[in-house]
């Protein structure tokens, strides 16, 4: 089987690439704060510098002779794009980093960013589910690192787990999103600007936040709380997957889609629950329950200035493959429409290739404006994709933006048997296991990171596809993995998250 190597590619329009050891970014000027509401408020700009920062999970990596503990790494952008020299690599064992490296804590397999403390410099939440904490397997916590000047450290890095119920297999920081759903002071809602965080256990959703006259990083559990069984159909149970947030009732604050799938007798339905943001914690409201699921992405996709939702349908009952569907924000208060205005797979008219049992078509999902004409488009992940006869070998799909949501015309599959880019395609890879479309040089086009994080036996690579006028292309693509950040390799699983 044909592999990928660690050497240096050629580099492509949207990232710069080069060698070096582990290294910080530059002291920075802090950009003007900004608490995150909707989709377009990136939140990813760890030094300040006004440019958004890469960060992926590689949460299989053996860390001192450990195996399964897991590291992030993080890339830092500039007007020359993003770099793989100037980075961060943080794990367990870092200086300062709570706890330590144990076996199968995977450490990065969830990621996320906010600004939590309102400095102009966003912070990392990085999940690690699989943490024994107080001797309870798979309790599960996060750790929050401090944006900077110099980007991130460990050295002021602050422990999370849950501290009202710690419990085995709660696998704590599953997922993770941070924005600003509520204000830290009801009283005073445009007191203390800040981003909370929300994080899912299997069966829990908490929310941490700075309250009013501590310090800011002595994060608190908020006294709201959701649990999976509030969502569940009748006669079954819910498990959590993944969050998105995004505006979709066009308010001050952030607004959260919290994903999941049916356990038991009917297992494996998807389904999508809203909570709209409020000034105060326990006044999020209902915005609704959607069909499908567990990917889901927000983005104005129909440039209202309000959010809409897009849900990848992968689970039992999805169309054959799986599909997306779009549901639109209202234009007011309201929040999204109760019905999809669109529905695809791969059998809809302009979409390329075929459903096929097991493509997981719309596993992941990405919002972004690949050509510049101000629509969001979306890439889609399909990592069960087979190429030719290789099984497993995965492809990532995109979907150009229109004025009334996603439109066929000019959409595109990508795959490692294009000949512009890098490697073949081989049995369970699943490329476009994570996906992200990222303008990491702010000339308003986006491109994309692909991630494999099956490539050479589960090492995992991420691949660079450029953005055009016309959209992404394959020439000039190339490849990384965690070699070229000055990282362990082995069974790492670099790419299993990217932060959206």
């Given at each position: 089987m044909r592999h990928i190597k660690s050497a240096a590619l050629t580099a492509a329009a949207l990232l710069t690439l080069g060698g070096g050891a582990v290294v910080t970014a530059p002291a920075a000027q802090a950009a003007s704060p900004f608490p995150s509401i909707g989709w377009q408020q990136r939140n990813c700009d760890f030094d300040g510098n006004g440019f958004d920062d890469v960060l992926t999970g590689a949460p299989g990596a053996t860390i001192s002779g450990i195996k399964g503990a897991g590291y992030v790494s993080v890339q830092y952008s500039s007007a020359s794009g993003l770099s793989t020299?100037?980075?961060?690599?943080?794990?367990?064992?870092?200086?300062?980093?709570?706890?330590?490296?144990?076996?199968?804590?995977?450490?990065?397999?969830?990621?996320?960013?906010?600004?939590?403390?309102?400095?102009?410099?966003?912070?990392?939440?990085?999940?690690?589910?699989?943490?024994?904490?107080?001797?309870?397997?798979?309790?599960?916590?996060?750790?929050?690192?401090w944006g900077s000047p110099t980007g991130l450290h460990g050295a002021d890095s602050t422990w999370l787990q849950?501290?009202?119920?710690?419990?085995?297999?709660?696998?704590?920081?599953?997922?993770?999103?941070?924005?600003?759903?509520?204000?830290?002071?009801?009283?005073?809602?445009?007191?203390?600007?800040?981003?909370?965080?929300?994080?899912?256990?299997?069966?829990?959703?908490?929310?941490?936040?700075?309250?009013?006259?501590?310090?800011?990083?002595?994060?608190?559990?908020?006294?709201?709380?959701?649990?999976?069984?509030?969502?569940?159909?009748?006669?079954?149970?819910?498990?959590?997957?993944?969050?998105?947030?995004?505006?979709?009732?066009?308010?001050?604050?952030?607004?959260?889609?919290?994903?999941?799938?049916?356990?038991?007798?009917q297992r494996g339905v998807g389904s999508v629950q809203v909570l709209h943001g409020a000034p105060d914690v326990a006044d999020l409201g209902d915005g609704g329950t959607f069909r499908g699921g567990p990917a889901i992405v927000s983005g104005d996709w129909d440039g209202t200035g309000q959010d809409d939702l897009i849900i990848g349908d992968t689970g039992v009952g999805s169309p054959p493959g799986g599909g997306i569907s779009v549901y639109l924000g209202r234009g007011d208060l309201a929040g999204l429409e109760p019905e999809e205005v669109q529905t695809w797979t791969q059998d809809s008219p302009g979409v390329p290739g075929t459903a096929e049992a097991g493509d997981q078509w719309g596993a992941e999902l990405s919002a972004g404006d690949t050509d510049g004409d101000g629509h969001p488009d979306l890439a889609i992940g399909a990592p069960g994709e087979d190429i030719g006869a290789v099984a497993d070998a995965g492809a990532v799909w995109v979907m150009r933006g229109a004025p009334f949501g996603l439109t066929d015309v000019g959409a595109k599959s990508f795959d490692q048997n294009l000949a512009d880019i890098p490697g073949a395609a081989e049995t369970s890879d699943a490329w476009g296991g994570q996906v992200r479309l990222i303008d990491a040089d702010k000339d308003g086009r986006f491109g994309l990171l692909a991630a494999a994080p099956g490539e050479n036996t589960h090492d995992g690579f991420v691949w660079v596809l450029p953005a055009s006028s016309s959209g992404l292309i394959a020439k000039g693509s190339w490849a990384y993995d965690g070699a070229r950040l000055g990282a362990p390799v082995a069974d790492a699983r670099f790419g299993t998250a990217i932060d959206e």
């Open positions: 020299t100037k980075r961060t690599v943080l794990h367990q064992n870092s200086s300062g980093v709570p706890g330590g490296a144990e076996t199968g804590d995977g450490f990065g397999r969830a990621v996320a960013s906010g600004d939590l403390d309102n400095d102009g410099y966003d912070d990392m939440i990085v999940g690690v589910p699989g943490e024994d904490v107080a001797g309870l397997s798979d309790a599960g916590g996060a750790t929050v690192f849950n501290p009202g119920e710690l419990r085995a297999g709660a696998n704590f920081g599953r997922a993770i999103e941070a924005a600003r759903y509520f204000a830290p002071d009801p009283a005073d809602p445009n007191a203390h600007m800040r981003d909370s965080i929300a994080v899912l256990e299997d069966d829990a959703l908490l929310f941490f936040t700075a309250p009013p006259g501590a310090a800011t990083q002595q994060l608190k559990l908020s006294d709201r709380s959701v649990r999976a069984r509030d969502f569940a159909p009748l006669e079954t149970g819910f498990e959590f997957r993944n969050l998105s947030h995004g505006n979709y009732n066009e308010d001050s604050w952030a607004d959260l889609a919290i994903s999941g799938v049916t356990t038991g007798d």
